[in-house]
């Protein structure tokens, strides 16, 4: 049917609202589109009882989502950036990075309301080695818990005593109307958000133009032109979202800068590093720009012994 898209998606609540938000904008540009959701489970969703860092391998979260656009079951696959694989199977695309929603991280407590405010030894729940990472190098006292499963679980994990705070992305809990569980927005001289954090993004085919094609007005220049500076530092550093890499782009007219982090997970080391340029030029040569100021940046933090931290996960 050429007035049909199917959109393959994870079954969480966080993710069926990434679904729901594209199909209303789809249905903004295209109103006798017909939108048919695909809802599967991932491994990364069945794997609940360790961390993510332990679990192995890349595109935890897509890998199924893949597999049902190859075997022609959906069209089209919505993610959070912060969880697509730095490379794509052979055959896929990323054509399109949809507006970028809060991508700070949010301190969740019923009992305090900042970091700072953490009594000695506190209980902090979060699965990200990333999160973990800054964390520590703020706050060295505080004892890290694996938190895994959707944003609800983790919450009621958290209602339930197991932590006496826990991190999630505000953008999360923003998307799901649980802005008032925010008890701090982290700033990014404190937490610097996962590269992609707060963006959803939609793979298809590769070359499959009539999808792409319907998919076109969702897509925003500024926020692909940050994601991609981000997931460039991220692909040369052999990231992905399981490691403690953090790298968080702004665009102020045609100025881009790009900041990147790589920690131990312990929190000893945090390197850093910041570089700017000016974008000139067509779209195109403007996103092969952004590109080579995330390699610049990954370059930077290699000097500065990053591959030898990453090297200590395996």
């Not at 900042?114 to 506190?122: C, H, T």
């Not at 998919?215 to 052999?238: F, Q, W």
């Not at 900041?259 to 403007?286: C, N």
């Amino acid at each position: 049917m050429t007035n049909r898209i199917r959109i393959a998606t994870r079954k969480s609540p966080l993710a069926i609202w990434q679904a729901e938000y594209v199909k209303t904008e789809l249905l903004k540009h295209h109103s006798d589109l017909q939108v048919e959701f695909v809802a599967l489970s991932t491994r990364g969703d069945k794997i609940l009882d360790v961390a993510l860092s332990k679990v192995g391998g890349k595109g935890l979260f897509v890998k199924e989502l893949e597999v049902a656009m190859t075997d022609d079951a959906a069209d089209i696959a919505v993610h959070s950036m912060k969880d697509v694989p730095m490379q794509l199977p052979q055959g896929f695309e990323l054509p399109i990075i949809c507006e970028r929603e809060d991508p700070s991280d949010a301190l969740v407590s019923h009992h305090f309301n900042s970091i700072e405010a953490l009594p000695q030894g506190a209980v902090v729940g979060t699965s990200s080695l990333r999160r973990q990472a800054q964390l520590l190098a703020i706050r060295p006292d505080l004892t890290i818990k694996v938190l895994r499963g959707n944003v609800g679980t983790r919450l009621q994990r958290l209602d339930d005593g197991e932590y006496d705070a826990i991190l999630l992305a505000a953008a999360g809990l923003k998307r799901l109307g649980l802005e008032a569980r925010i008890a701090q927005r982290l700033n990014k001289d404190d937490l610097l958000p996962a590269c992609g954090q707060g963006a959803v993004g939609i793979e298809t085919r590769q070359g499959d133009e009539r999808i792409i094609q319907l998919l076109k007005p969702l897509y925003h220049r500024e926020t692909a032109l940050r994601v991609s500076a981000e997931r460039a530092m991220n692909r040369a550093l052999d990231g992905g979202c399981q490691v403690p890499i953090a790298g968080f782009a702004l665009l102020s007219d045609d100025q881009l800068s790009l900041e990147g982090r790589v920690g131990s997970v312990d929190g000893r080391q945090l390197l850093k590093v910041a570089e700017q340029i000016t974008l000139v030029g067509s779209d195109d040569e403007q996103l092969a720009q952004a590109e080579q100021l995330g390699l610049s940046v990954a370059n930077k933090l290699r000097s500065q012994g990053a591959d030898a931290l990453l090297a200590e996960l395996v």
